[in-house]
């Protein structure tokens, strides 16, 4: 399975974007999630989705703020990013779950995208 985050960028504070992530190869229903990476830091769970779509699962800092979304049929997931803040500045990797729930730590993901950076000015 290969992951290919794109649509990271610079965008000033209160502006959005929004990532996306293609899924290849070997296909099967996997949990997706997105997380992100600042500078120094650990890397830390942003959102996820279930196969169906009908489960979403979002930090704290996201709530209200970002949207998680996929397309099956297209092998796409979405994440759209409103009101950004310099705090959310940092590299954003898009992970696929074989598991059937979404969960929240970094070990549970099989697979990760090469990430794509996102910097949001003051």
């Known amino acids: 399975v290969q992951l290919q985050a794109s649509g990271g960028g610079l965008v000033q504070a209160g502006g959005f974007l929004r990532l996306s992530c293609e899924v290849s190869g070997r296909t099967r229903r996997y949990v997706m999630g997105w997380f992100r990476q600042a500078p120094g830091k650990d890397r830390e769970f942003v959102a996820g989705?279930?196969?169906?779509?009908?489960?979403?699962y979002y930090a704290d800092s996201a709530k209200g703020r970002f949207s998680i979304s996929r397309d099956n049929a297209e092998s796409m997931v979405y994440l759209q990013m409103n009101m950004l803040k310099p705090e959310d500045t940092g590299v954003y990797y898009c992970a696929a779950d074989s598991g059937s729930w979404v969960t929240f730590t970094t070990s549970s993901y099989d697979y990760w995208g090469q990430g794509t950076l996102v910097t949001v000015s003051s």
């Open positions: 989705i279930n196969w169906s779509g009908g489960s979403t």
